[in-house]
């Protein structure tokens, strides 16, 4: 009777064991399934943020890249236009296609080759310009070095003449002042031609610098 006794208690205590253990092992699945729910949770909300954030850059993105292809398409109409009508008329397509903002986006690649030789033929122009005003500025050069020639001769001439009339007034008076007269008009339509001379002189010079600024500051 005792051995049965003993034997029922020991049974009991081994029950009481096992359903503490299981009571633990209940407890400790429990806080690791609600840690995993708050991480859970955790976890999408911050996929929802990331969500917002990535469609708010796609938004910033499409904006950015709308807002580059309409300037790329406002520089070429400008560059086109300066390259002149007939350059215009030879390579307004794009792939077959008006420029438009949609062919900017869909051939960006085959948009940018036409861009480029827009920018290289405004370059051949303005080489060609520079030249045309440094061949007329050494012309203009010559004339007016070969107009002050004629004026410094004109002008001894007529101060040798009225040395002459001085030197003799009786004969010379009446005899030279019409040829005076004249070397004096003479000189001052050489002086008035110097005059214009110069000016045109500076204004190919400034459109010279001009050419040159220009082209110093293009970034293309």
Same mark, same amino acid.
């Not at 045309?132 to 410094?152: F, K, M, P, S």
């Given at each position: 009777?005792?051995?049965?006794?003993?034997?029922?208690?020991?049974?009991?205590?081994?029950?009481?064991?096992?359903?503490?253990?299981?009571?633990?092992?209940?407890?400790?699945?429990?806080?690791?399934?609600?840690?995993? /729910?708050?991480?859970?949770?955790?976890?999408?909300?911050?996929?929802?943020?990331?969500?917002?954030?990535?469609?708010?850059?796609?938004?910033?993105?499409? /904006?950015?890249?709308?807002?580059?292809?309409?300037?790329?398409?406002?520089?070429?109409?400008?560059?086109?236009?300066?390259?002149?009508? /007939?350059?215009?008329?030879?390579?307004?397509?794009?792939?077959?296609?008006?420029?438009?903002?949609?062919?900017?986006?869909?051939?960006?690649?085959?948009?940018?080759?036409?861009?480029?030789?827009?920018?290289?033929?405004?370059?051949?122009?303005?080489?060609?310009?520079?030249?045309?005003?440094?061949?007329?500025?050494?012309?203009?050069? =010559?004339?007016?070095?070969?107009?002050?020639? =004629?004026?410094?001769?004109?002008?001894?001439?007529?101060? =040798?003449?009225? =040395?002459?009339?001085?030197?003799?007034?009786?004969?010379?008076?009446?005899?030279?002042?019409?040829?005076?007269?004249?070397?004096?008009?003479?000189?001052?339509?050489?002086?008035?031609?110097?005059?214009?001379?110069?000016?045109?002189?500076?204004?190919?010079?400034?459109?010279?610098?001009?050419?040159?600024?220009?082209?110093?500051?293009?970034?293309?």
């Amino acid at each position: 009777m005792t051995d049965l006794l003993d034997r029922e208690r020991q049974g009991r205590r081994q029950d009481k064991a096992q359903h503490e253990q299981w009571q633990r092992t209940h407890q400790h699945t429990s806080r690791t399934v609600s840690q995993k /729910d708050i991480r859970i949770s955790e976890l999408e909300s911050a996929k929802q943020s990331d969500r917002k954030k990535l469609q708010a850059l796609e938004s910033q993105l499409k /904006d950015q890249l709308h807002e580059r292809n309409n300037l790329l398409l406002t520089l070429w109409s400008r560059l086109s236009a300066t390259c002149g009508p /007939d350059w215009q008329h030879q390579n307004s397509l794009i792939n077959g296609r008006v420029a438009t903002l949609e062919v900017v986006s869909s051939m960006l690649p085959a948009f940018s080759r036409t861009l480029l030789l827009a920018v290289q033929h405004i370059e051949g122009i303005m080489v060609t310009f520079k030249t045309r005003v440094r061949a007329i500025e050494r012309d203009l050069q =010559n004339q007016y070095r070969t107009l002050e020639e =004629n004026l410094n001769d004109r002008t001894r001439k007529l101060e =040798n003449l009225e =040395n002459t009339v001085q030197s003799n007034r009786i004969q010379g008076t009446f005899t030279a002042a019409p040829e005076i007269a004249k070397l004096r008009g003479e000189n001052r339509l050489l002086k008035s031609e110097i005059a214009v001379l110069q000016n045109k002189d500076l204004n190919a010079r400034s459109a010279a610098h001009r050419s040159s600024s220009s082209r110093d500051l293009t970034p293309l």
